[in-house]
């Protein structure tokens, strides 16, 4: 049996650049948040009233949260509304999806079975990246609760500001059990979100190596190969 293969557009330019703010943004975080964790790796120079290294690390922080949570919300717009291709029902995890997933993952990991060609959203990629955005919605409202945990509630718009994210996250210090928890889950999530990245690294390189249909490839121009025609 022969396969043609076809080089197809799967992803628009805004998806891409989207992709991208995400990625930096989170690594940006991770690091950032590193060093907000355990300060002992950089350090400022001359009288300590002229460093402020922990209060640029936080604003490099408090920046790179609020660029990847606008990234999102766009692409949580885009998935529904896109005039290219809508992918919000890719990843769901509806019943169909699941299966489809597993069967994906047994691939990957046994090469047993089949894989299909998805134009668009893995299923098992799809799942990852359903979960992964539960753990930085999660995140999100943990670093906030932390966060504002330290600004003194004034009048204006600044206390506003401050009631209003007391408003949004304060539920979190009853769930984990006050700042300690939070601190500790918003630590915890951390690891997810780079084990999760991780993983799905992985698997693009080893799907372009190993399926050789140009999945990283469709991040960086937006085409991939797909098998258009069979025959003899």
């Known amino acids: 049996m022969v396969i043609l293969l076809e080089m197809v557009k799967v992803k628009t330019a805004g998806v891409r650049a989207l992709h991208w703010v995400i990625f930096l943004a989170t690594v940006s975080l991770v690091l950032t948040g590193l060093y ?4 002992f790796w950089l350090s400022g120079t001359g009288e300590a009233y002229q460093t402020f290294v922990m209060a640029k690390i936080r604003l490099i922080h408090f920046l790179s949260a609020i660029a990847l949570d606008v990234a999102f919300l766009v692409r949580l717009y885009i998935a529904f509304f896109s005039l290219f291709h809508t992918d919000w029902r ?18 990957y990991w046994t090469l047993e079975g089949e894989q299909k060609d998805y134009r668009w959203i893995d299923p098992f990629d799809g799942i990852t990246f359903h979960l992964l955005h539960l753990i930085l919605i999660l995140q999100l409202f943990t670093g906030f609760a932390l966060y504002v945990s330290g600004i003194e509630l004034t009048a204006g718009i600044y206390g506003i500001w401050a009631k209003t994210l007391h408003f949004a996250t304060d539920w979190t210090l009853v769930v984990f059990g006050g700042l300690p928890g939070v601190r500790l889950m918003h630590h915890f999530t951390l690891w997810l979100v780079v084990s999760g990245a991780f993983l799905h690294i992985y698997h693009q390189v080893w799907k372009t190596i190993k399926l050789q249909r140009a999945d990283i490839s469709a991040i960086v121009n937006g085409y991939k190969l797909m098998a258009v025609k069979r025959g003899k």
């Open 36 to 39: 907000i964790a355990d300060p």
């Open 90 to 107: 890719e990843v769901l995890p509806t019943p169909g999806n699941l299966k489809e997933a597993w069967k994906s993952f047994r691939f």
